[in-house]
């Protein structure tokens, strides 16, 4: 089995598998050395396959890709269910990983999709960080269309993992979006999915909350409605 | 090789723009959200992405609708980019091939697509490539293209520049489908070595 799914990899590479193929050999990539090993090396021939195809495209596009760009929100780096296994293994020791542990095991724990091993790796890694500093302090609060809100941050580095449990699950055209708040002001902080879902939040800056709010798919870049949970960060 | 001979050149003379600005360092700078990085990412790549599209889905305005999809993902996504695990040229032209292969998959039947294999001119074609590194570059990778077995080099470019599944690669080369992907793979190691890629 394992030997059928090694052999999806350069598949994998050209793009040449369906969607559910696809599916299975990302979740065997995540388990395989050996293919995390081989594919940088056949992805990168393939870009410079591509690459030779070089033609300038019309200069109106540019425009309009820097007009769509200037009103939309970038992600935040999120962590991946896939990941929770060996954040789980690293964070044993402390009160506030149990806390997270929980939420994502019993939450079902659906995140943005990633797409690729080395995204999720990132995010695992900073994670990791937080949740494992020395000063890591876990604050809690309830979510009003139910579920829990938790902000695991650091103030060593500024920095946050707030994580969504028991959410309500929304209809597809909707997001819960997180907000940091900075003296009343909310500040865009990430997505975190349509249901459970987990958020680095890497700059806390003067942030002394966080908030969510439901917004349109894709998120807004200032909130549309009351939040559905207010948490204060540990002071 | 052909790096070596265009460095001198370009030492040299004018015959080629200076070298581009690092995508490495865009993508980084577009990833905190500098619009101006991200133009300059854009002008850097944007003849990759589009060229690429234009030739996997062999319909200019579709393929700037999906360079233009590429690149707003570029942009909502670059904070998820990791510089240690590849170069983020190759992670913008990954992200750009996936998204013109589905919408080849999308727009076109199986039919369609049939024929367009009929039709299509091969890594042969003529198409005017516009300066001199892409026509350096476009030359290696046919050279090393022609290096292959026959068998590899139809199973990578029917998956590469058509999106055929290598199921469908199978059916349209009267094929075992185990065969045609570990053909997928030596020729893609083959193709990797001759170009020069670390592996």
């Known amino acids: ?235 | 090789m052909s790096e070596q001979t265009l460095a001198s050149v370009t030492s040299i003379g004018d015959l080629e723009a200076p070298p581009a600005p690092d995508a490495g360092a865009l993508l980084q700078r577009t990833a905190l959200g500098d619009e101006a990085a991200f133009a300059a990412l854009y002008d850097t790549l944007s003849p990759s992405v589009f060229g690429m599209a234009k030739r996997v889905i062999r319909n200019p305005a579709r393929a700037e609708e999906v360079t233009q999809e590429v690149f707003l993902q570029v942009w909502q996504t670059a904070p998820r980019f990791d510089p240690s695990k590849g170069s983020a040229k190759s992670w913008v032209l990954t992200l750009a091939h996936r998204r013109a292969v589905d919408a080849v998959r999308h727009d076109q039947s199986a039919t369609n697509r049939d024929l367009a294999y009929d039709w299509s001119p091969g890594i042969d074609h003529d198409e005017v490539v516009e300066t001199v590194t892409v026509r350096l570059e476009h030359e290696q990778v046919k050279k090393c293209l022609s290096g292959l077995t026959e068998l590899q080099r139809e199973a990578i470019t029917l998956a590469y520049y058509q999106g055929y599944t290598y199921a469908e690669v199978a059916q349209a080369l009267d094929a075992n489908p185990a065969t045609v992907k570990t053909r997928m793979r030596d020729g893609l190691i083959r193709l990797r070595d001759c170009l020069g890629v670390e592996s």
């Open chain 1, 1 to 235: 089995m394992s030997n059928d799914l090694h052999g999806l990899l350069a598949p994998y590479a050209l793009d040449a598998l369906d969607a559910d193929e696809r599916a299975t050999f990302e979740a065997h990539l995540d388990q395989c050395e050996t293919c995390q090993a081989e594919l940088p090396g056949l992805v990168e021939t393939l870009s410079r396959v591509g690459e030779a195809e070089s033609a300038t495209p019309p200069p109106a596009l540019r425009a309009s890709v820097l007009a769509a760009v200037s009103t939309t929100t970038q992600q935040r780096p999120v962590v991946s269910l896939d990941s929770r296994r060996r954040l789980r293994r690293s964070l044993p020791q402390l009160v506030a990983a149990a806390a997270v542990v929980a939420a994502m095991v019993g939450g079902g724990f659906a995140v943005i999709e990633h797409d690729n091993v080395s995204d999720m790796r990132a995010d695992q890694e900073r994670v990791t960080a937080i949740i494992s500093a020395a000063d890591a302090t876990t604050t809690s609060g309830n979510v009003s269309t139910g579920g829990t809100l938790r902000v695991i941050s650091s103030k060593s580095h500024s920095a946050a993992v707030v994580s969504g449990s028991s959410l309500k699950e929304l209809p597809g055209d909707k997001v819960y979006q997180l907000w940091t708040m900075h003296h009343g002001i909310p500040k865009d902080a990430g997505l975190l999915g349509t249901k459970d879902g987990m958020v680095y939040v890497p700059k806390l800056g003067d942030a002394v909350a966080v908030a969510v709010t439901v917004e349109p798919q894709g998120g807004s870049k200032e909130p549309t409605g009351e939040p559905v949970a207010v948490t204060d960060l540990a002071t």
